[in-house]
């Protein structure tokens, strides 16, 4: 099932940077970025089943780093809301050259 | 080369395109909402395939940790900033970004299946059933709790000195402030 697992985690994977590509809207490009996040984890789970459980110790790190990232990347998103009333990325130039 | 019993296998491929489906279904949503929905749906789909792959623990991780906080605090935030209306909703940027988008996904799909006929390395693959035997052996949580706590135990108390940091990071960002409010 390693080549399948991986499949799948690598279509998931590329659905996530579409929609980073694609989305406007800050919260869902977050997601996307969770949605790759969990892409990966698939992988070092099928490769887990055959070279070892570190894998998966991988896996409960990674899992963690999410965990922090969206609560942080979250809070930022609520700020900038705060002070200019959108969270789509095209109104959100400040660093625009 | 494993032997997978017929029963196995469907279900491994029902579960693999329930969640590229629900994926599919969470990029081309306008709802903010109903896009958080779709990704739980495909985070209860990969859950469902760590189990199948021996890694219990891990999928019951999913579910609580990915389906059930990082989603909640989403969907807490997408109704807090009351996302739902108009101008919020035509959010697909232009052809060339969409342009843009195809491509990579046509080079990174061209990557995968360059890579999905590489031979894994023999010398380094366990023998077949390992996993399942250590599973048998020390348990769903102690079969990962065993190298996370002597192996891995440096990077287990990184890890919690990056939550605190998160903590104290999201509190202070997302604090409200009034003005004249000192610091």
New interface residues.
């Given amino acids: 099932m390693l080549a399948e697992a991986l499949f799948f985690s690598a279509v998931l994977f590329t659905i996530g940077v579409i929609g980073v590509l694609t989305r406007r809207n800050a919260i869902i490009v977050f997601m996307c970025v969770e949605l790759m996040l969990n892409a990966v984890n698939l992988s070092f789970v099928a490769f887990s089943r055959a070279y070892g459980v570190a894998g998966q110790v991988f896996v409960f790190f990674v899992m963690t780093v999410a965990a922090a990232e969206a609560a942080v990347g979250l809070a930022i998103i609520i700020s900038i809301f705060r002070h200019r009333q959108t969270v789509n990325l095209q109104n959100i130039n400040l660093l625009k050259g | 080369m ?1 032997h ?1 019993p017929l029963f196995y ?1 469907f279900h ?2 029902l579960f ?1 395109v329930i ?2 489906a629900s ?2 279904c ?2 081309t949503r306008k709802s ?1 909402v109903a ?2 929905l779709w ?1 739980v749906n ?2 209860f789909s ?1 859950a469902a ?2 189990v ?4 219990h ?2 999928g019951a ?2 579910v609580l ?2 389906a059930g ?2 989603m909640v ?2 969907l807490f ?2 109704m ?2 009351n ?1 739902g209306h108009a ?2 909703l035509a ?3 232009s052809h060339r ?2 342009l ?3 491509l ?2 046509l080079v ?2 061209a ?2 299946f360059a ?2 006929r590489v031979r ?1 390395v023999e010398a ?3 023998p077949a059933g390992t ?1 399942s035997a ?1 599973l048998q052996q020390y348990g769903a949580v102690g ?2 709790a ?3 706590f002597t ?2 135990l440096l ?1 287990f108390e990184i ?1 919690s000195v ?2 605190l ?3 104290v ?3 202070m ?2 604090r ?1 402030r009034r003005v004249g409010d000192a610091g």
């Fill in positions: 494993e997978y296998t491994f491929y693999g969640a590229i994926a599919i969470f990029v903010p896009a958080a990704l495909t985070m990969i395939l760590y199948m792959m021996d890694a623990f891990i991780i999913q940790v990915y906080a990082i605090v989403f935030v997408i807090l900033l996302l101008s919020e959010d697909v940027r970004w969409r843009a988008a195809g990579v996904g990174l799909l990557q995968i890579l999905t894994t380094l693959t366990l996993a250590q079969s990962v065993g190298p996370l192996t891995y990077p890890t990056l939550l940091a998160a903590i990071g999201a509190v960002i997302g409200h």
